[in-house]
């Protein structure tokens, strides 16, 4: 009995029926492995780059960013490690890396990838310093690009992945066009993760900086929902996995639902996952995808979390 509760506490994520949905951590760094590993973590789904790259004035050199990288590696033999590249724009402005022109709204303007296609030498210096830091671990890398809007972006991070010698990219899900399309930029992508955070703002046209517009930042809407499934519709038709790194999926009631939209992994902060783990080993599969149907069904943020709640056993 010792055993099987520790194995609740930190084994891998599943429905009470054995469907397995890995429970992952977001990261800013080398200081938040302890206590994804105190979690139970599985790998890394989330590692943002960009706190390497913030409050200076120079781009980290090559040494430098091996060293961080090589240091999440390293904590996940075995396991896998989804590291974005940088994120600069919007709420991450950057010193050495400023957008091409003056930007009265610079949540719509270049950012994440944008940026990236903006500035090509430092997405390949970082791609470099990635397949440096894989290379002789036993981890598996993948990389995978924020603010990606269209096929043609997927494609062509793809390809400047495949140029460093890292095998596995995909692109997070944040702009509802992206979500939409989904199925095409499957094409290049070979998975997807879905960042719940930027995809609200970007359905409800709400700057998610301004507090004013605190109550937009829902993720329980139901026409966030609508773009989180048509997201895994397309993944599942593709055969890809689509994951959710967003804040969405750290809610315990929430992270059922996901589950029952179609999302194949969950990732958080570490904190969250010891009650993510439990709301999910409680509800069958198909008790997520009611609460799924349910939520999808209601007319607000709000009704979608108790139309939901209903569903999940022990979530009342
Ligand atoms: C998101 O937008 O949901 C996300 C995970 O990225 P960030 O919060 O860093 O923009
Ligand atoms: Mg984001």
Request: proline content about 6%; charged content about 20%; glycine content about 10%.
């Amino acid at each position: 009995a010792a055993r099987a509760s520790a194995s609740e506490a930190t084994g891998p994520g599943r429905t009470s029926d054995g469907h397995a949905v890995p429970l992952l951590a977001n990261i800013g760094g080398p200081n938040d492995l302890p206590v994804a590993l105190r979690n139970g973590a599985e790998g890394i789904g989330l590692y943002r780059t960009e706190f390497l790259f913030l409050d200076r004035s120079d781009a980290p050199g090559h040494e430098e960013q091996v060293a961080a990288y090589r240091a999440v590696l390293d904590a996940f033999p075995g396991g896998k490690v989804t590291v974005r590249t940088l994120d600069a724009g919007a709420d991450k402005p950057l010193g050495f890396l400023a957008p091409p022109g003056a930007e009265s709204n610079p949540a719509l303007g270049v950012r994440g990838l944008r940026m990236l296609r903006h500035s090509p030498e430092t997405l390949a210096a970082q791609l470099t310093a990635l397949a440096a830091a894989a290379r002789g671990t036993d981890a598996e890398l993948a990389v995978m690009a924020p603010m990606v809007t269209d096929a043609a972006d997927a494609e062509w991070f793809a390809s400047a992945a495949a140029d460093a010698g890292i095998a596995h990219a995909g692109v997070m899900i944040e702009v509802p066009v992206a979500a939409l399309r989904a199925r095409h930029l499957a094409e290049a992508a070979e998975f997807f993760s879905i960042g719940t955070n930027d995809l609200t703002q970007y359905a409800c046209a709400a700057d998610r900086e301004i507090s004013a517009l605190g109550t937009f930042q829902d993720p329980w809407q139901p026409g966030v929902l609508d773009l989180v499934a048509a997201t895994a519709r397309a993944a599942a038709a593709a055969g890809r996995p689509c994951g959710v790194c967003g804040e969405a999926a750290s809610d315990p009631i929430l992270s059922c639902v996901l589950v029952g939209l179609g999302a194949t992994s969950l990732s958080m902060g570490a904190t969250a996952l010891p009650l993510v783990r439990a709301a999910l080993a409680r509800s069958t599969l198909a008790q997520c995808r009611e609460a799924a149907a349910a939520a999808l069904d209601a007319r607000d943020g709000p009704g979608a979390k108790s139309a939901a709640r209903e569903h999940l056993p022990g979530a009342a």
